[in-house]
């Protein structure tokens, strides 16, 4: 066991761009991290959900990447930062910084199983390298994103494929695929990423999508500029719904590297193939592809099964959840959901989600 307390009054679940946020601001109105709030994080190092991308993803390759607030006191910037080096580096880089220098404390690796309430609060059971522990807590801030729940559509004959399956978690790089006939499904950033990176490596590179591709005239895209999507993002959580694809309202950036592409015939689209046999795929006009490997890139769900005990999930299909507040539970708080699901959302829903917790808990006399 460790000496660690085992009370606390806020438990941030996850300690990626939004769990950061959160904490960066409670501890700005007064909370002290370690002891008033602790983070807990399933992965082994600092970056959140970017420690895990692929090997060949780079800042700024698609979708603006926010600084963390505050992180100009590090003299640290994103949008400085190195674009030759893996993503995935230079945020678990920057994140590490952040933490030491805001001591926030982060543990990890933490994997919180499950959240349950009590009569005058939650507990929050994780497993450490200690073992199954336990924190009481009055606040549950859930900032676990979405990269431990990635999304497949069931296609029929997908269970009798022979070739390779695998989602965007499970990506690393191009070599695995080369002289492949390689299938692509997906319309967003991930898949078009992995199809340039596997032009000129796999023998054939098929691509599939559900709707037509929507090339934006802007080079980056700012989620949050695509006020669209948040609006469309934030009406489904206040109503409890499944959150919408946020890649179909939004359209995709022609970033010079995606120009370029297109230009070149690569990024074409083919209308969502109907069937899987087991060596390929077949398409609506009865034409047959040839498949080794089936890349489905086509999105991600909020990670939420640790909370299943709260019962905060709707006959609609999501939570309801309001300016990072749940509507079923005063005690719980939902950071990087729908609206916040960016990296200038996770900061935004940290200082809201800060004061809304002070609050709280000045209610409930702390
Ligand atoms: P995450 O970074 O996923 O952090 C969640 C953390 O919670 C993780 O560390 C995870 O290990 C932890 N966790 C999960 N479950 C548990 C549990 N049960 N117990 C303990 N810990 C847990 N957004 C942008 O703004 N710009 C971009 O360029 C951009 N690119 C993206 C590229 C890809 C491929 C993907 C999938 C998303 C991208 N996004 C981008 C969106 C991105 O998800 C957000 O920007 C942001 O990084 C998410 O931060 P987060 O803190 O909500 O989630």
Known sequence: MTDRPTDTSVVIIGAGQAGLSVAYYLRKLGLDPGNDFVLLDR??????????????????YAHRVNDLPGMDELGLSFDTADRTAPARDVVADYYAQYERHFDLKVVRPADVTRVRATLDGFEVTFDDAYGDQTFSTQVVVNATGTWGAPFIPWYPGRDDFRGRQLNTTEYRDAEEFRDQDVVVVGGGTSAIGFLLELENVARSITWVTRRPIEFLEEQELNIEGGTRAVTLQDAAAREGRALPSIVSTTGVPRTRRIQAAIDRGLLSERPMFTRIEPDGVVFADGSAQHADAIIWATGFRPELRHLASLKLREQAGGVTVAGGAAYRNAGVFFAGYGPTASTIGANRAGRTIARQVVSYLSTLGY
């Open 43 to 60: 992965g082994p190092g600092a970056g959140g959900a970017w420690q895990f991308r692929w090997e060949a993803l780079r800042l700024g």
